[in-house]
C-alpha cells in the first residue's frame, strides 16, 4: 500500500501563490486516484482537486477553478497542487488522499479514500 507525504504549506499574502506536493512511498500512484481535500477549522473536508484512476483526467472544486492546477510528474511518485491568486477563504490544512478502486462519482467525497497524508497547513492573511 502506499503512504502519502504532504509539503509545502505555510504563509502567504492575498494574490500569492503555493505549491504543494504529495509523495508517495511504497509505490507509485499508478493505480491510483490521487486527490487534494482541505479543511478549515470547524468545517467539513472539501474537495479541491483530483486525478481519476488510470488517465489524465483531472477535476476541480468549483471554488478552486481557474485559479488552481493539479499535476503530476512523469514518474507518477508525486502530485503537486499549484495554488494562485489566493485568497484568506483558502486557508485550512490541505491533505492528499489516494485511492485504488474509486469510482468517479465517489472522487469528491472524502469519506471514499482509503489512503491519506498528514496534512499541511496553509494560511492566507495579510
Known amino acids: 500500500q502506499v503512504q502519502l507525504e504532504e509539503s509545502g504549506g505555510g504563509l502567504v499574502q492575498p494574490g500569492g501563490s503555493l505549491r504543494l506536493s504529495c509523495a508517495a512511498s511504497?509505490?507509485?500512484?499508478?493505480?491510483?486516484?490521487v486527490a487534494w481535500f482541505r479543511q478549515a477549522p470547524g468545517k467539513e473536508r472539501e474537495f479541491v482537486a483530483a486525478?481519476?484512476?488510470?488517465?489524465?483526467?483531472?477535476y476541480y472544486g468549483d471554488s478552486v477553478k481557474g485559479r488552481f492546477t493539479i499535476s503530476r510528474d512523469s514518474a507518477k511518485t508525486t502530485v503537486y497542487l499549484q495554488m494562485n491568486m489566493l485568497k484568506p477563504e483558502d486557508t485550512g490544512v490541505y491533505y492528499c488522499?489516494?485511492?485504488?478502486?474509486?469510482?468517479?462519482?465517489?472522487?469528491?467525497?472524502?469519506?471514499?479514500?482509503?489512503?491519506w497524508g498528514q496534512g499541511t497547513q496553509v494560511t492566507v492573511s495579510s
Open positions: 488522499a489516494a485511492d485504488s478502486t474509486i469510482i468517479l462519482s465517489s472522487m469528491f467525497e472524502a469519506r471514499h479514500y482509503d489512503y
Open positions: 511504497g509505490g507509485t500512484f499508478r493505480r491510483y486516484a
Open positions: 486525478f481519476s484512476r488510470n488517465s489524465d483526467r483531472t
